[in-house]
């Protein structure tokens, strides 16, 4: 016999659906940030341009910026349509999962340096592009591995970041109701990744490293004027993001979490 689906079993499997789609975006993307974020590029190089050689507390800077910021507004969109739809809850539950795992990457990281490396797989890359010798175990290390301060740094920062987060967006949506998308979305997203910024660069370069507090302002000044202009210039993508949602809701916004997380 063909079992018949009630509309509210419909509509909780379509939940569970778009929270499982968002917990994977915001993973992914949390944890390929914090891989590829050991790189540096130069934000100016990208358009062919010289460094613009900002004048922050008496020193100049460029727009040196970790790679990990390219797909970070991913995480920041994913983390304010989790917020809008499914609560406090709903961002706690994913933040403190990406970071357990985030922190599992790290470890395999370290045992994975730690092998020895094959004496084959060492000579038949033993050449860079120019014919120079090169140390492929070495170039494995440098690129997978990260100091301790810097692994701190970013599990620190980013579980302050993203529940701080949801507080500040659901108390600025206290405040507009449902109106303001873009208030309570940018709002929150611009006063959780100040915090962010300034925790990861304090406790990887103050406290684990030899920086001075004046270096960690000043640096955080320039990447937090990145994370300010990213965040505004993607609002719109929210209000293009809410109405395909509603839509495939059919309507069913509020959200609570033992909705999405019992059985049908």
Not at 202 to 225: C, Q, R
Request: charged letters at 15%; a neutral charge.
């Amino acid at each position: 016999m063909q079992q018949i689906v009630t509309e509210p079993t419909q509509v909780a499997h379509k939940k569970r659906q778009l929270f499982m789609v968002l917990c994977g975006i915001f993973l992914t993307n949390a944890l390929l940030a914090e891989l590829i974020g050991v790189k540096i590029f130069s934000g100016e190089g990208v358009f062919g341009l010289p460094g613009a050689q900002i004048p922050v507390m008496g020193t100049k800077f460029d727009f040196n910026l970790t790679a990990g910021v390219i797909i970070w507004p991913v995480v920041f969109i994913t983390t304010d349509i989790i917020n809008e739809y499914f609560g406090k809850e709903g961002v706690k539950r994913i933040s403190y999962l990406t970071a357990v795992l985030i922190a599992y990457a790290f470890l395999v990281i370290v045992v994975a340096t730690a092998l020895p490396p094959a004496q084959f797989w060492q000579e038949v890359n033993s050449q860079g592009p120019n014919g120079t010798s090169f140390d492929m175990d070495y170039a494995f290390n440098r690129v997978f591995s990260q100091g301790l301060g810097i692994i701190i740094g970013s599990l620190v920062a980013f579980l302050l970041g993203q529940l701080l987060d949801a507080h500040v967006f659901h108390w600025l949506k206290r405040l507009t109701g449902s109106q303001k998308i873009w208030l309570r979305a940018t709002g929150s997203t611009l006063v959780s990744q100040l915090v962010d910024t300034v925790v990861v660069l304090f406790i990887a370069f103050y406290l684990f490293g030899n920086w001075d507090l004046k270096m960690v302002l000043s640096v955080s000044v320039i990447n937090y004027l990145y994370k300010f202009t990213v965040a505004v210039v993607l609002t719109p993508l929210l209000y293009i993001a809410h109405p395909l949602i509603d839509r495939y809701l059919a309507g069913n916004r509020e959200v609570p979490m033992e909705t999405f997380i019992s059985q049908d």
